[in-house]
């Protein structure tokens, strides 16, 4: 009783100064409408949830990483092995990574299938492309982090294709390598973008993201009509499906790191040959192998250059998807979105598959 | 005034300028067409003669001239004369120790009138030998030389003329790398060692060995060229005692362990080469551990049978070498799967370079023929591999504790998502929401 009413000062003092009492009223009136597709919006708090899971490993990992050359992979192995727990904190990093980017394409896709993108929330889905192309920035920087032999040769070969960028792609690369080649400027400068540059943009969107979904509520699917669905408080009914969806994610990624221990490899070693099998981390594998199967000339234009074109247009186009689907916009069903969608899906499983196969 | 003086000074720039740039452009003419005021060096340059011609030409890379030696060093005359007078017969000038052209047999001691003088040479290159022709003489070159012989090797077969680069300068043909090709200018020519009766093949054999894999292919300078083992102005085919010593310059152990072995006296009383007869002349194939033991086509068979000593002793150092590498590479091959796994492996990696140092030993230790001896080391790294493997294990153990503790983990997590999903139907079962 006596901790209940110091509970409650405590409250009243910073309801006074901070108007928690209105934050509080919109959280208890906030309803989540219920249809046969609700699940995917639990998809969303998942990416949320490996987000945070990668803030708390990557400050743990950031007291024992060390961003030079010579002493990178000699920290990260000191993390593995000799930090209490390193192991199992460097092992979810490396897969909360991985489901995170998982996880924001499902979400990518169940909003684009139920096209949540349509007005007024093209901003939100703005922010989210933004958010994916973000995340695959952070799997690109941080693969490069552990320096071993594979991330090495891996990011030479995708730092090599910033280079055929028409005009810029020189310059882009030198940026990016700081220098000609991959070397420990390399990693130094990954290092502050992985850990300092793209945080604070991610930040950005994410809290213009989630700010934008709190104020226009949940979308619901074309035909589905937003007055005659069932209306699920958000506290405590929604915040708890979260929970269990958080807790799901949680467990597959105990599972992965448990039965399969991220590995190190060997040290990078710059004056060796390439190993074999080199290949980007699986988000970027469709578009590694797109780049492979096309022919070095295509009518005259450089083959890889014609791919990073296409990609880039496709890219652009996934922004901009609110703005090209016009008839979401009138509520009217698209004949050819979802078969684009699935067509996409399809490419992308098919071309990772064969990255790893062929 | 101050315009007029800023225009000369400006004319003056431009006039300066110009005569830089013209200098540099017939900066290159200097070389091709002027003279040097070397009577040697003009005339010979002129002259339509390669015969002629070459030597002038070619010893501009000499190192001899690089270090301030003209011709008249090596062969007399005048250089100051010749030319201005029209007549190239006064350069030539006997009075002033004109020798021209030296005739092969005269070539050595030609060379050695500075390269043994212990006062000169150290001018120029304190670390050089000056005993370069005594060797000589004491070669098969040299003795074949002395009867007559003009086709044998003498300084400038090997070290080319007019154009003697530095034996540390990759073009030249004493270059370590280059050595077996130049001595292989002659050895390997049937016609030319026809005469001698000796074989030819040397070079081809060499080029199949470890060490010419190693010297010619990966260019290991650590490795032998021919020199390496004939000596390089005392060249003389070694005999049977002093293949061994050749050998054991490099190979000192296996040479010490090989002296205390039993195969010592044995191989002195058979007349048997005591390298060569395991390890060949110049084909010296890469040493497996196939070559011991008492399997078919295994070395030690060649000689001996079953029942014998020796027979026994192979089949014993076969077995544990063969023991200590599988339990090395099972070490090995732990400490991999623990250190995939993230755990520290460190300590156990260190410890199995003891044991792999251990093999190498005991590869060496193969030539005391003695199985004891060979025990004493080939034990010694099993032991030390069997640490490793016991640390491996506890390792892996490790690892295994891991994966049961986040396995177990798992279903507890799995367990509180299905409470929660629990709480939450029995919550809205209790309080339906609209």
């Known amino acids: 009783?006596?901790?209940?009413?110091?509970?409650?000062?405590?409250?009243?003092?910073?309801?006074?100064?901070?108007?928690?009492?209105?934050?509080?009223?919109?959280?208890?009136?906030?309803?989540?409408?219920?249809?046969?597709?609700?699940?995917?919006?639990?998809?969303?708090?998942?990416?949320?949830?490996?987000?945070?899971?990668?803030?708390?490993?990557?400050?743990?990992?950031?007291?024992?990483?060390?961003?030079?050359?010579?002493?990178?992979?000699?920290?990260?192995e000191f993390i593995m092995t000799d930090v209490k727990f390193g192991w199992l904190i460097r092992s979810i990093h490396s897969w909360s990574a991985n489901l995170m980017i998982f996880f924001a394409f499902v979400h990518m896709f169940s909003v684009f299938f139920m096209r949540a993108y349509r007005r007024p929330r093209e901003l939100t889905w703005v922010s989210g492309a933004f958010l994916l192309f973000l995340s695959m920035g952070f799997g690109f920087s941080g693969y490069l982090l552990p320096w071993n032999q594979l991330a090495f040769f891996a990011t030479k070969v995708g730092t090599d294709i910033l280079g055929q960028i028409p005009l810029i792609g020189g310059w882009l690369l030198t940026v990016?390598?700081?220098?000609?080649?991959?070397?420990g400027a390399t990693l130094t400068r990954f290092f502050?973008?992985?850990?300092?540059?793209?945080?604070?943009?991610?930040?950005?969107?994410?809290?213009?993201?989630?700010?934008?979904?709190?104020?226009?509520?949940?979308?619901?699917?074309?035909?589905?009509?937003?007055?005659?669905?069932?209306?699920?408080?958000?506290?405590?009914?929604?915040?708890?499906?979260?929970?269990?969806?958080?807790?799901?994610?949680?467990?597959?990624?105990?599972?992965?790191?448990s039965l399969f221990p991220w590995e190190l490899g060997e040290k990078a070693d710059p004056l060796a040959s390439a190993p074999a099998g080199i290949r980007p981390e699986w988000f970027f594998c469709f578009m590694f192998q797109t780049l492979k199967y096309i022919p070095g000339k295509v009518l005259f234009v450089n083959g890889e250059l014609l791919g990073i074109i296409g990609f880039g247009l496709a890219g652009a186009a996934l922004v901009l998807v609110p703005f090209l689907d016009r008839r979401a916009a009138r509520e009217e069903k698209h004949k050819w979105l979802p078969v684009i969608g699935w067509f996409a899906i399809l490419y992308i499983i098919v071309f990772t598959v064969l990255a790893y196969v062929v | 005034?101050?315009?007029?003086?800023?225009?000369?000074?400006?004319?003056?720039?431009?006039?300066?300028?110009?005569?830089?740039?013209?200098?540099?452009?017939?900066?290159?003419?200097?070389?091709?067409?002027?003279?040097?005021?070397?009577?040697?060096?003009?005339?010979?340059?002129?002259?339509?003669?390669?015969?002629?011609?070459?030597?002038?030409?070619?010893?501009?890379?000499?190192?001899?001239?690089?270090?301030?030696?003209?011709?008249?060093?090596?062969?007399?005359?005048?250089?100051?004369?010749?030319?201005?007078?029209?007549?190239?017969?006064?350069?030539?000038?006997?009075?002033?120790?004109?020798?021209?052209?030296?005739?092969?047999?005269?070539?050595?001691?030609?060379?050695?009138?500075?390269?043994?003088?212990?006062?000169?040479m150290k001018k120029?290159?304190?670390?050089?030998?000056?005993?370069?022709?005594?060797?000589?003489?004491?070669?098969q070159h040299g003795k074949l030389l002395d009867t007559g012989d003009e086709k044998v090797a003498t300084c400038i077969s090997c070290h080319g003329v007019h154009g003697i680069l530095p034996v540390a300068d990759t073009r030249s043909p004493v270059y370590r790398v280059n050595v077996p090709a130049t001595c292989a200018k002659c050895h390997s020519n049937p016609a030319y060692m026809k005469p001698y009766g000796i074989p030819t093949d040397q070079y081809a054999l060499f080029k199949s060995s470890v060490h010419g894999y190693e010297l010619l292919e990966k260019g290991d300078l650590a490795a032998p060229a021919c020199n390496s083992c004939h000596g390089n102005h005392g060249a003389t085919p070694p005999g049977l005692t002093s293949i061994a010593f050749a050998c054991g310059e490099c190979h000192a152990n296996n040479r010490d362990f090989f002296n205390q072995s039993p195969h010592k006296d044995a191989y002195a009383q058979m007349n048997l080469g005591e390298c060569t007869t395991c390890h060949n002349h110049h084909d010296i194939a890469k040493?497996?551990?196939?070559?011991?033991?008492?399997?078919?086509?295994?070395?030690?068979?060649?000689?001996?049978?079953?029942?014998?000593?020796?027979?026994?002793?192979?089949?014993?150092?076969?077995?544990?070498?063969?023991?200590?590498?599988?339990?090395?590479?099972?070490?090995?091959?732990?400490?991999?799967?623990?250190?995939?796994?993230?755990?520290?492996?460190?300590?156990?990696?260190?410890?199995?370079?003891?044991?792999?140092?251990?093999?190498?030993?005991?590869?060496?230790?193969?030539?005391?023929?003695?199985?004891?001896?060979?025990?004493?080391?080939?034990?010694?790294?099993?032991?030390?591999?069997?640490?490793?493997?016991?640390?491996?294990?506890?390792?892996?153990?490790?690892?295994r504790?891991?994966?049961?503790?986040?396995?177990?983990?798992?279903?507890?997590?799995?367990?509180?998502?299905?409470?929660?999903?629990?709480?939450?139907?029995?919550?809205?079962?209790?309080?339906?929401?609209?």
Not at chain 1, 176 to 183: I, M, N
Not at chain 2, 407 to 413: L, R, S, Y
Not at chain 2, 415 to 427: E, G, P, S
């Open chain 1, 1 to 76: 009783m006596k901790d209940q009413t110091r509970l409650s000062g405590l409250w009243d003092w910073l309801d006074e100064r901070l108007s928690l009492s209105a934050i509080k009223e919109l959280a208890l009136h906030k309803r989540v409408p219920m249809h046969r597709h609700s699940v995917w919006y639990y998809v969303g708090g998942m990416t949320l949830f490996c987000f945070l899971v990668q803030i708390v490993t990557g400050i743990f990992l950031l007291l024992y990483y060390r961003p030079t050359a010579e002493a990178a992979f000699e920290s990260v």
């Open chain 1, 176 to 183: 990016a390598r700081g220098g000609e080649d991959v070397t």
């Open chain 1, 192 to 257: 502050g973008i992985h850990v300092a540059v793209l945080p604070m943009i991610s930040t950005f969107f994410l809290l213009g993201h989630l700010a934008l979904v709190q104020k226009q509520g949940m979308s619901v699917p074309i035909g589905e009509e937003y007055k005659k669905c069932r209306q699920m408080p958000f506290i405590p009914n929604f915040a708890l499906r979260d929970l269990v969806g958080w807790t799901l994610a949680l467990g597959i990624l105990v599972l992965l790191a």
């Open chain 2, 1 to 120: 005034m101050r315009a007029q003086r800023a225009l000369f000074s400006r004319k003056f720039a431009l006039w300066f300028i110009a005569a830089v740039v013209a200098g540099l452009i017939a900066w290159p003419l200097h070389g091709a067409g002027a003279k040097t005021g070397n009577s040697c060096l003009d005339c010979h340059i002129e002259t339509t003669q390669k015969r002629l011609s070459g030597p002038a030409k070619n010893l501009v890379n000499d190192i001899h001239y690089t270090k301030g030696f003209g011709c008249q060093d090596c062969h007399g005359g005048d250089p100051t004369k010749g030319m201005a007078e029209g007549d190239p017969a006064l350069a030539h000038d006997s009075a002033k120790g004109f020798v021209g052209s030296p005739r092969p047999q005269d070539v050595p001691a030609f060379c050695a009138r500075c390269h043994s003088d212990v006062e000169l």
């Open chain 2, 124 to 139: 120029y290159n304190p670390k050089l030998r000056v005993d370069q022709l005594l060797e000589y003489r004491s070669s």
């Open chain 2, 287 to 399: 040493p497996t551990d196939s070559m011991l033991g008492v399997g078919e086509g295994v070395l030690c068979t060649r000689c001996h049978s079953q029942g014998d000593k020796g027979y026994e002793a192979a089949a014993k150092m076969s077995v544990e070498l063969d023991t200590l590498k599988l339990t090395i590479n099972h070490a090995h091959e732990l400490l991999t799967r623990a250190e995939r796994g993230g755990v520290n492996a460190r300590l156990g990696k260190y410890d199995l370079h003891t044991a792999d140092d251990a093999l190498i030993k005991s590869r060496t230790a193969i030539h005391f023929f003695d199985f004891d001896k060979f025990h004493e080391i080939a034990s010694s790294g099993i032991t030390e591999a069997q640490n490793v493997i016991t640390l491996g294990e506890e390792a892996l153990w490790d690892l």
């Open chain 2, 401 to 434: 504790v891991r994966q049961i503790g986040l396995g177990v983990t798992v279903p507890i997590i799995l367990w509180v998502a299905l409470a929660l999903y629990l709480r939450i139907r029995r919550m809205e079962r209790d309080k339906p929401f609209a």
